[in-house]
């Protein structure tokens, strides 16, 4: 199976790309509006960019899909975009409520780790087909608890122990249930592998 990605000029100005990138620009934009948020209109403006982020994500889905504009290189800058408004969310929220921290860790670990993974299998003509069933219910929930975490900035902390706790064990089944799927492509290969020699 060959590997090689093909990138072209136009790909790099494709509608679904452009608005790609419009959401990596919202990520340092929502960072110091939600950090300098010291009133109600601060958190609702935080809100408003992490939405429109969120927006223009289903938007550029749909667009590449419905037109066949889906490229090599949306496939790189989208997740890319994705993790890091994900990653900026927790990254902020955890100076107000600590135990954000603790999914700040799992999402790191489960990042770091499925990227060595998908990289590795990648090279090896190995790849999962899109994000799977655990990986956007994980989001989802990901952002509502974030989502829930800037919008409400005087929660109480039992419910903040709740939607973290509630977040983890999502994020935690995405990262089990990739994992698996990792492995069964690893064996796959290593099965492949065996019968051409």
């Given at each position: 199976m060959n590997t090689k990605m093909h990138f072209?000029?136009?790909?790099?100005?494709?509608?679904?790309?452009?608005?790609t990138y419009i959401r990596i620009i919202l990520v340092p934009i929502f960072v110091v509006v939600y950090i300098n948020a010291e009133t109600l209109a601060g958190h609702i403006w935080s809100i408003v960019i992490v939405a429109i982020s969120a927006?223009?994500?289903?938007?550029?889905?749909?667009?590449a899909r419905r037109f066949n504009m889906i490229t090599d290189w949306g496939k790189i800058v989208d997740p890319i975009a994705d993790k890091s408004m994900q990653f900026?969310?927790?990254?902020?929220?955890?100076?107000?409520?600590?135990?954000?921290?603790?999914?700040?860790?799992?999402?790191?670990?489960k990042e770091i780790?499925?990227?060595?993974f998908s990289g590795f299998l990648f090279t090896k003509g190995k790849h999962i087909a899109g994000a799977m069933w655990c990986g956007k219910i994980c989001t989802v929930i990901l952002y509502g608890v974030m989502l829930a975490l800037i919008a409400i900035p005087n929660i109480d902390q039992h419910v903040v122990t709740i939607l973290i706790g509630f977040s983890a064990a999502f994020m935690l089944l995405a990262?089990?249930?990739?994992?698996?799927?990792?492995?069964?492509?690893?064996?796959?290969?290593?099965?492949?592998?065996?019968?051409e020699e």
């Open positions: 072209e000029k136009k790909d790099f100005f494709s509608i679904p790309n452009i608005l927006l223009t994500d289903l938007l550029d889905g749909f667009i900026a969310m927790l990254f902020c929220v955890v100076f107000k409520y600590h135990w954000v921290a603790l999914l700040l860790v799992i999402y790191g670990i780790v499925s990227l060595a990262f089990v249930v990739y994992m698996d799927a990792y492995f069964k492509l690893y064996r796959e290969y290593k099965k492949q592998k065996k019968e």
